[in-house]
């Protein structure tokens, strides 16, 4: 109580202390820690790896000035963090000084660590072949510099034809299995699969297909203990879900929703990690006042939490978000 009190006389005396800053005689109070983890800029379409004690975040930098609708994306942004609730810009990426084959458009992207090089495969739309393809960057470090690594896409729209939509090879999820093949997945209305070659930048295998109920798009990966989990956006306004597997080839057996509907984005596209031993899901939702919402997106973290079966628990989505991770 005297704490509280103190604070509160110390406000109302404009008093200042080590967590307040002065501007004239207006006392500023440092924004609160919790969700959206990154405020100064609107991001979405999250993808965490850690390296080296350091987590790394990829996300997109949605850029539609209000009160305009519509995705605009010219880039993405890099942030790192060690304790999950700080985050640090550390490069901005933009899609066609990167792809010179790309018309624009930083849509989801993953990144993965194979041999000291990180692989960034990402969604843009492609400059000649109509609709959306996925290229890969590569470079020697998690934040770059970042180089093309193919001078062309590794997956284009008139690769995969039975799904009638120009948007359906995106979001692309790549998982590197025990053995160490790699495996990628992508897709909007059907969750594609193929594997890759050993240097990351070749398919490995013919395109197939994985039945999922409702599926949207934005699958992910991850294995936590025997089990890996194929969690993916289920219907519109998208929630998320997820499947089991004991292979990384599959059977998945669904195992239901994940996460709710998150705040108000109609879209969503989760992250799932493990960090200095609590696990993490990270996703976006539309909560930065006053003009977030489905394209002015912005990343969150949460706990994530398993059953002693394998199955996980349903996110809790929260306002306060995670504690600094030690
Ligand atoms: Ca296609």
Not at 50 to 71: A, I, M, N, R, S
Not at 153 to 172: E, R, V, Y
Not at 202 to 209: A, P, T
Request: charged letters at 25%.
């Amino acid at each position: 109580m005297k704490i509280k009190h103190f604070l509160f006389t110390s406000l109302i005396a404009g008093i200042t202390c080590s967590s307040f800053a002065q501007s004239g005689n207006k006392t500023i109070i440092p924004e609160a820690p919790g969700n959206p983890v990154i405020t100064e800029k609107y991001t979405a379409d999250p993808a965490a790896i850690v390296h080296k004690d350091t987590v790394f975040l990829y996300v997109g930098h949605d850029q539609k000035e209000p009160p305009h609708h519509g995705y605009e994306m010219h880039e993405w942004l890099i942030y790192s963090s060690t304790d999950m609730v700080s985050w640090e810009e550390r490069a901005a990426v933009n899609v066609k000084e990167t792809f010179s084959w790309a018309a624009d458009d930083a849509w989801a992207s993953e990144v993965i660590e194979k041999d000291g090089k990180f692989y960034w495969f990402v969604t843009v739309s492609h400059k000649d072949i109509h609709g959306k393809a996925i290229g890969i960057a590569v470079a020697d470090s998690p934040v770059g510099p970042w180089k093309d690594a193919l001078g062309h896409a590794l997956i284009t729209n008139d690769m995969t034809t039975d799904a009638k939509i120009s948007w359906d090879d995106i979001d692309p999820t790549i998982y590197i299995d025990d053995d160490g093949s790699a495996h990628l997945f992508w897709g909007n209305t059907i969750c594609y699969y193929a594997k890759l070659k050993d240097n990351m930048l070749e398919l490995d295998s013919e395109i197939q297909y994985i039945d999922l109920p409702h599926f949207t798009e934005a699958p992910y990966v991850h294995k936590k203990g025997d089990y890996y989990y194929l969690s993916y956006a289920y219907k519109f306004p998208e929630k998320t879900a997820y499947a089991m597997s004991k292979s990384i080839t599959g059977p998945w057996e669904y195992k239901g929703i994940l996460n709710e509907v998150a705040g108000n984005s109609n879209t969503n596209h989760q992250s799932i990690i493990e960090y200095k031993g609590k696990d993490y899901f990270i996703y976006h939702n539309g909560s930065i006042p006053t003009d977030g919402g489905s394209f002015r997106r912005s990343v969150c973290v949460d706990y994530l939490y398993y059953n002693p079966d394998g199955t996980m628990k349903r996110v809790i989505m929260t306002s306060e978000g995670v504690d600094p991770a030690e």
